[in-house]
């Protein structure tokens, strides 16, 4: 084999990756145009081989814009993954930033809106003001959707809202259509059999007659959900014979924003994001400003990375929260508090 000069080499290599960076322009650009087709086209028809180093780059951008066209939201996350995993190991910040744009591209109410404001603020951190601008008008855009939409809030009271206004309890005609919507929204998707519902709804009552019952509650809940009957009746609420669920993909539940905050927080304080932490640890007292595991938490992480006045102030916050609610406040956490997030 022929012996190339090093700076040989060097140009080949930078050869390459302008190509490969004119082709996943290209590929980004179809995207933003909307021709999924030409997007989904240029990643596949370039052949991924060693450089002339022996390394081989799989692309995390080019694998962004395939997860964006993908229509299986499963292979969609898989090729977002490993795309995560790569700017990591390359230790990029503004790679992770667009990562996070591509999260927020890809999913659907509360994940996306987590996904879209930490692409936001990991673009000002680097001072990218541009995709900053970029992430924001994804996110205002995520947020107009929930508001033109169903929303059930279920912390700190009960309601559904449809395109931003509270439901008329007239509409319910029933409590117990209420009660089912709730008992649904707590098993967050996961389905429930009729035999169970019935025993919640009805406790100690004779089961004969409860079947009956059941489906007008299920009618009731239905027809709040989807008064004009626009969609098929299972779009939010699924049943069968035997099970019923709530397709919480379909509609904005605080709830799930909650755990979306949550899960989104863990990754963060397991990769030492604590600033990152700290923003969703403040998105969840949005939602609950009663949660004191949060506000200890909080506190914690503040006076952890130095920010002892913030952590007293967030402390005295949390001791004024408790006191509204009649509970002593616990005591100023230790720093070294095990987060409840990673539990």
């Known amino acids: 084999m022929p012996f190339t000069p090093p700076q040989a080499r060097l140009k080949v290599v930078a050869r390459e990756d302008q190509r490969t960076d004119a082709r996943l322009a290209a590929a980004r650009v179809a995207l933003r145009i909307g021709d999924r087709a030409a ?9 991924i081989t060693p450089d002339a180093f022996g390394t081989c780059l799989p ?16 292979v969609a996350r898989r090729r977002l993954d490993e795309a995560e995993r790569i700017w990591q190991e390359l230790g990029s910040p503004y790679g992770v930033a667009r990562h996070e744009l591509a999260w927020a591209r890809v999913l659907s109410g509360p994940e996306a809106q987590v996904a879209a404001a930490s692409a936001e603020a990991a673009f000002q951190a680097v001072g990218a003001r541009a995709m900053a601008a970029r992430a924001a008008e994804r996110l205002a855009a995520i947020r107009s959707e929930s508001r033109s939409g169903l929303t059930i809030q279920s912390l700190g009271g009960f309601r559904v809202l449809r395109g ?17 919507l709730k008992i649904l929204v707590a098993r967050r998707g996961r389905p429930i059999t009729r035999e169970a519902m019935c025993e919640a709804l009805w406790p100690d009552e004779d089961p004969g007659p409860l079947a009956n019952r059941l489906s007008v509650a299920l009618t009731t809940v239905r027809t709040v959900l989807d008064p004009d009957r626009a969609l098929v009746q299972d779009h939010f609420v699924r049943a069968d ?72 102030r967030r402390y005295e916050a949390h001791a004024e929260r408790m006191g509204e609610i009649g509970i002593e406040a616990a005591a100023f956490p230790a720093q070294d508090r095990q987060p409840a997030l990673v539990a």
């Open 39 to 47: 997007a989904a086209f240029t990643p596949c028809s370039c052949r």
């Open 59 to 74: 692309w995390p951008g080019f694998l962004e814009v395939l997860a964006a066209t993908e229509d299986d939201p499963a």
């Open 164 to 180: 931003g206004e509270p439901v008329p309890l007239g509409e319910w005609q029933s409590r117990k259509a209420r009660d089912l």
């Open 241 to 312: 014979k035997t099970t019923i669920a709530l397709e919480t993909e379909r509609l904005t539940v605080d709830l799930e924003a909650f755990h979306a905050d949550a899960d989104e927080g863990r990754r963060r304080l397991r990769r030492g994001d604590i600033d990152g932490a700290t923003r969703l640890q403040l998105r969840i007292l949005d939602l609950d400003p009663y949660d004191e595991p949060a506000h200890l938490d909080l506190v914690a992480l503040l006076a952890r990375v130095g920010r002892h006045g913030d952590a007293r």
